[in-house]
């Protein structure tokens, strides 16, 4: 049965780090697109960073970039997100989903994970 479960999300102070982690079961995970999307209250769901089928190219959002990774293990059916330098504005349920094209719109993707919290405050 196709099943995605995040977890790794918590409470974080500004300035720290967080890592998530997504299992993914029923899917042969090699032969899709990953990708992390998050959603903060009151505001649309929007991509983090997705990644190829095997690793090799990653696309971040601008406000992301340098302070997220993604990363993906298809032998252990997971996709990584480990974020640095969190602000507060980082606060957000953040869900991974499988998808069909390297792309951050929701659009392309099918799947979709349950979400994870993570507020980032003093």
């Known amino acids: 049965q196709l099943q995605l479960v995040e977890s790794g999300g918590g409470l974080v102070e500004p300035g720290g780090s967080l890592r998530l982690s997504c299992v993914v079961s029923?899917?042969?995970?090699?032969?899709?697109?990953l990708g992390w999307f998050r959603q903060a209250p009151g505001k649309e769901r929007e991509g983090v960073s997705c990644?190829?089928?095997?690793?090799?190219?990653?696309l971040q959002a601008d406000s992301m970039k340098g302070r997220f990774t993604i990363s993906r293990d298809n032998a252990k059916n997971t996709v990584y997100l480990q974020m640095h330098s969190l602000k507060p504005e980082d606060t957000a349920v953040y869900y991974c989903?499988?998808?069909?094209?390297?792309?951050?719109?929701?659009?392309?993707?099918?799947?979709w994970g349950q979400g994870t919290q993570v507020t980032v405050s003093s």
């Open positions: 029923g899917f042969r995970l090699g032969y899709y697109v």
């Open positions: 989903a499988v998808g069909s094209q390297l792309s951050l719109k929701l659009e392309f993707y099918d799947y």
């Open positions: 990644i190829s089928l095997n690793g090799g190219t990653t």
